[in-house]
């Protein structure tokens, strides 16, 4: 019965006809154990019109790769076909529908978005009910609110249960969540009044307050009590089993069974999908058996088969268990004929008392068909069985290897970190230890310790004189470390000997290792040589294919590229990568190239592309909880937000780079938070607030040897602060690398911003030529927002010389370029000066020519959307590159037309910004 859920129900209710009306949505209902999350989830599901997707996590069951994920899509797994190829087989290959095949980690995840796409197009709305998420394999629960969260306009509503206390962290889910606590006074007395007439009023009330309104509660500690304490004729209990509690009062009922009732419960308690536990205690026992469980309140007998009353059913039953009957039952369901190959390992293992090899090796291959399918945290636990059943020391050390490296693939590097003790305390073999702590090495570049991390792989390439293709691996792997925390110096020893041990016996892990050694070159100011071993690399970073190399060696070559002003190699490259993960379905692995394209897209002008891959890339790393990369792209994303206004989301995304970045030790990284912060506070005019950012920046940049400006280009920034705060001198010395960076080919961005700035400090009478120089280093066709600050700067510069009448037609052409790029605050600057200037108030041009109107109100996946469907991918193809479903790539390009002003496909080219 339910009662006193009028609000909850009317929540759930709300998205359960959301979805009717093709607006998707989520909801996680959390709370204690017996407060009845289950019973709304099953009533809101009621009420749902359309097809109804269940799953349920069992304790016992969570260790089983993509189990929850079978029971949840069997009703649609025939609309398999019809998802893109990728998926197909990687859903296939999960949920054991056809032969194994390697899979992305997020291949699996990206299917269930889009097989739940197709079941809401062919068969109506869709509504997804996972209750206990807590219990849910990891595989499961990733990929489902993976699809959960990037689903939009589909008529798709998912209802998720969590108990609290069990491990899982609700606020880590991202979704949107509802606490539910017990019932009021009123309501609680209404359950139980309807549950169990004849309890005195009284009686009821102190039960309601004693067990805080729980629901489970109120419905069963009243059969535990005596017929006076439920008059109100004897005091109740003085500790009334609640949450926790009441699993020892099914404890005692299932104590109170005689024993073939007894093994017909712990049959059902231990079983695993795919099980036939209620017939196989019907052979074993006799229906007796299950027939005195349901009359004691435990079992629910219906056509189905049987099922527990409640989750503490379960654990209350494996919890009384004897030990030697619960191995005797996970025996007895190795045994069935159906048990699934993965299953019935798992009883095995249950079963075994000491080290038993068959075992463990069924356990293995149970890892590897997970690792295989992507679900690497679950392999991990499969890893880490088969060690605990293996007698050799070296065996069960390589196994408990297999397990970290899988944990940290999955991105769990502190179960990495744990499993790697336990294999160090085991391991003898001296390769063993070469790889644990190669391994240990990953894991704390990977969870916060990067320096730590690379030298630990340095030290390991050093003891393995005799096999120089893994040392030379190892140093290649530890000099990409360095790029992020800046120590280009090391980079280049780490990546020279990499490229040295290599060369002999693996000409692609050389070639690489020259790319990196190139890219830390161009850090350090060796622009020409480098940028020469770049291009000569070119063609063969760009036929790049995943797993012929780590893609940040080729995004990195891209963002290097930037660097010299090699904008169409870096584009080139840089497009091509993502599209080759994207089909790949690599997800995290988009988050650093995606950063890269922006950064490209920002330098060109091209301010809504550069937002919408950014944004991108920042929503990727956080679905993923790809850390590492992340920072790079939030940087990125702030400093685009700076120039068009977006101050709030500047803040925001400045401050958790620079933060993310230093906990990572990342210095190169955390420069871009301080740099983004400092273009904000110019454009707003606040040269002191300025200043301070672009003096942190070169404080953090001061603790790597980087020597390049154009990587992070805040220098002009800061020294314009600076002269504005009055600071002249300091302004100077910083002007002086400026100049000195300029010297460099491939460097007209860096000389232009020079030769304006030594207008705006030098005297009056050389202002036309300072100024007139630096125009020349401006294409306004390549570098636009560059030749407007110019023009700006030279405006302002002749109106404080007393020449208003020069200063108005550059201010006048600055305002408009601003306006076309969309960058509201130097527009706003520009205006002012203009205005200052004698020139006119009103806009000079308008945001229009950054394509239609109407661009600038496009969200960034809007933008996307829009980009491809220009380039006539469909929908379909559209969405599986984005990730989304067709259904919502379709509603964005509506709107994307509705803002437009447009009606077809054909007319977007002429309508988004320019290539």
């Known amino acids: 019965m339910l009662v006193g859920r009028e609000d909850e129900l009317a929540t759930l209710g709300g998205l359960v006809q959301d979805a009717a009306a093709g ?17 709304l989830l099953q009533q809101a599901a009621a009420q749902a019109g359309g097809t109804v997707l269940h799953a349920r996590g069992v304790e016992s069951e969570a260790h089983l790769a993509f189990a929850a994920l079978a029971e949840l899509l069997g009703p649609v797994l025939d609309l398999r076909d019809g998802l893109p190829a990728a998926q197909a087989r990687a859903l296939g290959s999960a949920l054991a529908l056809e032969e194994a095949a390697p899979a992305a980690p997020f291949a699996v995840a990206s299917a269930v978005l889009g097989l739940l796409a197709a079941a809401a197009e062919d068969r109506g709305p869709v509504v997804v009910v996972v209750d206990d998420l807590q219990w849910v394999d990891e595989a499961s629960r990733s990929a489902v609110l993976f699809a959960a969260r990037r689903l939009d306009a ?19 889910l991202d979704v949107p969540a509802l606490a539910l606590g017990g019932l009021d006074a009123d309501a609680g007395v209404a359950l139980l009044t309807a549950a169990h007439p004849g ?20 419905v069963e500690i009243p059969a535990l009590l005596s017929a006076a304490q439920r008059g109100g004729e004897e005091p109740l209990p003085a500790q009334l089993p609640i949450g926790r509690g009441l699993e020892r009062a099914y404890g005692r009922r299932v104590a109170a069974l005689d024993p073939p009732a007894r093994e017909a419960l712990l049959l059902l308690a231990a079983a695993q999908p795919g099980d036939d536990a209620a017939g196989l205690a019907r052979h074993l026992v006799g229906d007796g058996a299950l027939t005195a469980a349901e009359r004691a309140g435990l079992l629910v007998l219906d056509a189905s088969g049987a099922t527990f009353r409640h989750p503490l059913v379960r654990s209350a039953v494996l919890a009384a268990a004897e030990p030697a009957a619960l191995r005797a039952v996970h025996g007895q369901l190795a045994d069935q004929p159906e048990a699934s190959p993965d299953g019935r390992a ?37 890893f880490a069985r088969a060690a605990d059943l293996t007698a050799a020391p070296d065996d069960r050390a390589r196994l408990l290897l297999e397990a970290a490296a899988a944990a940290l693939v999955g991105g769990r590097p502190a179960l990495g970190r744990e499993l790697l003790v336990r294999c160090e305390q085991v391991a003898r073999d001296p390769l063993v230890g070469v790889d644990l702590r190669a391994l240990r090495a990953r894991v704390d570049s990977r969870s916060g310790q990067p320096e730590a991390g690379a030298d630990g792989l340095v030290a390991e390439a050093q003891a393995l004189p005799d096999d120089p293709l893994r040392a030379g691996a190892f140093l290649l792997e530890a000099a990409a470390i360095d790029m992020a925390n800046g120590r280009m110096r090391r980079m280049v020893q780490r990546a020279t000997r990499a490229r040295d041990l290599a060369a002999p016996v693996a000409p692609p892990v050389a070639a690489l290792a020259e790319v990196l050694i190139a890219e830390a070159r161009m850090a350090l100011g060796e622009s020409a040589e480098a940028d020469a071993v770049l291009e000569a690399a070119h063609e063969q970073l760009l036929a790049y294919q995943p797993g012929t190399g780590p893609p940040e060696i080729v995004a990195m070559a891209a963002q290097s590229a930037t660097w010299v002003e090699r904008f169409d190699r870096a584009e080139a490259l840089a497009t091509r990568l993502v599209a080759v993960l994207r089909e790949a379905g690599l997800v995290a692995e988009l988050v650093y190239p995606l950063g890269v394209r922006a950064l490209v897209q920002l330098r060109l002008g091209r301010l809504q592309r550069a937002r919408a891959d950014a944004t991108e890339a920042v929503e990727l790393g956080d679905a993923t909880g790809f850390e590492t990369a992340l920072g790079y792209p939030l940087g990125v994303l702030a400093e685009v937000e700076a120039l068009l206004g ?3 989301r500047c803040r925001a995304h400045a401050t958790r780079c620079a933060a993310l970045a230093e906990s990572m030790s990342a210095a190169s990284i955390a420069v871009y938070g301080h740099a983004a912060l400092c ?27 980087v020597d390049e400006s154009a990587i992070v280009r805040y220098l002009p920034n800061l020294v314009e602060a600076l002269w504005r705060s009055g600071d002249e001198p300091g302004a100077a010395r910083r002007l002086a690398v400026l100049e000195r960076h300029a010297q460099r080919p491939g460097h007209t961005w860096a000389a232009g911003a ?3 700035l030594r207008g705006v400090l030098g005297p009056d009478e050389e202002v036309d030529d300072w100024f007139a120089r630096a125009l020349e280093q401006h294409d306004p066709a390549e570098r636009p927002f560059e030749a407007a600050r110019t023009r700006l700067l030279l405006g302002e510069r002749l109106r404080r010389a007393r020449r208003p009448a020069d200063a108005r037609r550059p201010l006048r052409t600055a305002v408009a370029a601003f306006e076309r790029l969309g960058a509201t605050p130097w527009a706003e600057r520009a205006r002012v000066e203009l205005r200052a200037a004698g020139g006119p108030a009103a806009s000079a041009g308008g945001p229009a020519a950054a394509g239609a109107p109407g661009v600038e109100e496009l969200t960034p996946q809007e933008l996307q959307v829009a980009l491809l469907a220009a380039q006539g991918q469909t929908n379909r193809e559209i969405g599986a590159g984005l990730f989304l479903s067709p259904k919502t790539v379709e509603h964005h390009l509506s709107r994307t037309f509705r803002k437009l002003g447009i009606r077809r496909r054909a007319e977007l080219s002429g309508a988004l910004p320019p290539t």
């Open 679 to 705: 273009l904000l506070e110019l454009g707003r005019g606040h040269p002191g607030e300025a200043a301070d950012h672009g003096l942190a920046a070169e404080r953090v940049e001061a603790r790597t040897d």
């Open 346 to 382: 798992w009883h095995r293992a249950a079963a075994a008392i000491g080290p038993d090899a068959d075992v463990a090796a069924a356990l293995r291959d149970v890892g590897v068909r997970a690792q295989t399918a992507g679900a690497f945290v679950d392999a991990a636990a499969a």
């Open 754 to 756: 020079a030769l304006r």
């Open 199 to 218: 309890l005195a009023d009284a009686v009821a009330r102190r039960l309601v307050a004693d067990t805080g309104g729980n629901p489970l509660a109120l």
């Open 23 to 39: 607006r998707s949505g989520v909801l996680c209902l959390h709370g204690p154990a017996g407060v009845g999350k289950t019973m």
């Open 154 to 172: 589909d008529p798709v509503a998912v209802l998720l249960g969590v108990r609290d206390e069990e491990g899982l962290d609700v606020a880590a």
């Open 646 to 648: 977006e101050d709030d």
